[in-house]
């Protein structure tokens, strides 16, 4: 069974670094793209980061500098540093697999940043 599970969320003052995982099971994630995204309170989801099968990664300019996407192949695991995390970083953070379709995506896990 392809799957994600994300953890490393928590509760963080401003300023402060999380750093989240992925593991992914049934898959060879470093064969893939895989992304992650978040879901503030009453918003959409907003793409944070990409790496590909190749390891190049790329971020929207409202985390470029902060976020830091990166991989062990060893344990199948996808990481997402976040660093100089700001109030408007809170919400559900979740791991994915957009191809092939059907897309696949973890559980997420919640970052609250508060003081």
């Known amino acids: 069974e392809v799957q994600l599970v994300e953890s490393g969320g928590g509760l963080v003052q401003p300023g402060g670094s999380l750093r989240l995982s992925c593991v992914a099971s049934?898959?060879?994630?470093?064969?893939?793209?895989m992304k992650w995204v978040r879901q503030a309170p009453g918003k959409g989801l907003e793409w944070l980061s990409t790496?590909?099968?190749?390891?190049?990664?790329t971020y929207p300019d409202s985390v470029k500098g902060r976020f830091t996407i990166s991989r062990d192949v060893a344990k199948n695991t996808v990481y997402l540093q976040l660093n100089s995390l700001k109030t408007e970083d809170t919400g559900i953070y979740f791991c994915?697999?957009?191809?092939?379709?059907?897309?696949?995506r973890g559980q997420g896990t919640q970052v609250t940043i508060s003081s």
């Open positions: 994915s697999r957009p191809l092939p379709l059907p897309s696949v």
């Open positions: 049934g898959f060879t994630l470093s064969q893939y793209i």
């Open positions: 790496i590909d099968s190749h390891g190049r990664t």
